[in-house]
């Protein structure tokens, strides 16, 4: 069976997939439908299988209850593992997954060479070779090249020299690095040429205040990245471009490489361009939604990010919240592409309980309890106040912050004690104690009076009785409403029966 390159492996299954979808759709009473998901190994990861992006789906069909059909694909640089097929279940769930290991690959890196170009026995040996002369590895299928060409990169295997530099120049590897470890086993040698022409590569950075990245008069030769190389004569000089981290914040223009000629006269230089990037930072009022879209901010890496680019935040609201900042630093410079969005808090509320002349340890002063909305409200401890009796604060007390500042005044009740009765409210009507029965007198006894009595709190009666009786000794708390027409008293007292 032909194989395919994985990219175009996964082109061929899903059209395939879309395929045999299309057909089947046809005859869809005949079977039911299932998946089979191919996996592929990670390359960061020896033995894990990315199930969520790299991989490929095939939708195939069956009859319900039978088993599946599955089968693995040749794919170029993998090794199916074995898989066990499963019954088809007729709600369409049955999923197979297949899973390919990455294979493992020997390169062998080769600094003999032959000056002429043909890869033998010739006695010319690279200045880094083994003792064997062979530097060898052993890798995995689509990971990084283990060696680069490039003189700047931490992994650069060196070029490997010639015995008599004089004649012979290192021109190359055959064949070329590339830039992953591929399908098959592969032997890289070191290439030499008699013919060869030396030029310079020198390497220049866009000025910081440049206005015009087209201009090469705005940029400045950093002499200690320039390099010296070899081309053989009659070919395109290679001039490499730096490493990503030579070159953070910068671009290469494109490389003007040139014919190498050992008869020209003319020394021969390279230039390469690297433009300053342009930095984009993103501003995102967050959860406000006060603007109507985000806002942006440009400059060219490495200048300066002066505070009167960054978006006024004095258009952001957000109710009931007040702003807390960007959810990360700005930096001072524009180094690199990034978004800042705006972080809030919840408000704080106030409330304020009025004492009405009343004190708590001793003082008048009102007493103001402040939260987050949301949280916990942390009542005052009950005010006195000689000669009242305190009945509660004037609305209720929330058990947590709303979203607004709120006070609470104290209720006062006069206060008297009489025979053990202490009683309290309208002076209209009086209250009345006689061992364990406790009486109402109203002013006008010819009105028809409705009574209703609450003993700690409950309703105890309600009618026409102007008297209750309390059964057993201790403390009540009593208060009664008597009403005639639109007039209405209340009287509390606190019964002390023995």
Known sequence: MKKFPLFLSAIVFVFAGCSLMIDDF????????????????????????????????????????????????????????????????IDGSTVININYKRNYVTLQIAPKGNADGKWSSDELYGENASTDNIIEYTLRYGTPFPVSSLSSSENYIGEPLPANTDEYAFVGWEPAFPQTVPAENTVYTAKYSRDFVSYTVNYYFENLNSEDSADYSNYTMDSAKSVTLKAESGKSTDAPLLSEEDTEGFTALPVENQTADVNSSEVL???????????????????????????????????????????????????YYDLSGWDKEIPSTFLADDTFTMTYSKKYYTYTFNLAGG????????????????????????????????????????????????????????AESIDGLTFSGSEDISLNVSGSVVSVSVPDTSRSWTFTWYVNGARFAQGSSSSITLTGSGKYEVL???????????????????
């Open 26 to 89: 046809k005859n869809m009473k005949a079977g039911t439908a299932y998946v089979v998901n191919h996996n592929f190994e990670s390359i960061e990861t020896e033995g894990l299988y990315d199930y969520e992006n790299l991989y490929v789906k095939e939708t195939l069909y069956g009859p319900t209850d039978s088993l599946t059909q599955a089968q693995a694909k040749e794919v170029e640089g993998f090794t199916a593992q074995p898989f066990e097929q499963s019954e088809i279940a």
């Open 480 to 498: 009664v409403n008597a009403k005639a027409g639109n007039e209405s008293y209340t009287r509390t007292a606190v019964v002390d029966i023995e």
């Open 359 to 414: 004190t708590i340890n001793g003082s008048t002063s009102n007493v103001t309890v402040t939260g987050q909305w949301g949280s916990g409200v942390t009542k005052p401890s009950d005010p006195v106040k000689t000669d009242w009796n305190f009945k509660g604060w004037d609305s209720e007390v929330p058990s947590l912050f709303g979203k607004e500042n709120l006070t609470f005044t104290a209720q006062w009740v006069s």
């Open 269 to 319: 230089v390279i230039n390469v361009y690297y433009k300053r990037n342009i930095i984009t930072l993103t501003f995102d009022d967050g959860e406000a939604d006060s603007w109507s879209a985000v806002k942006t901010v440009s400059g060219k890496y490495g200048t300066s990010l002066s505070a009167d680019l960054i978006p006024s935040t004095d258009d952001i609201s957000r109710p």
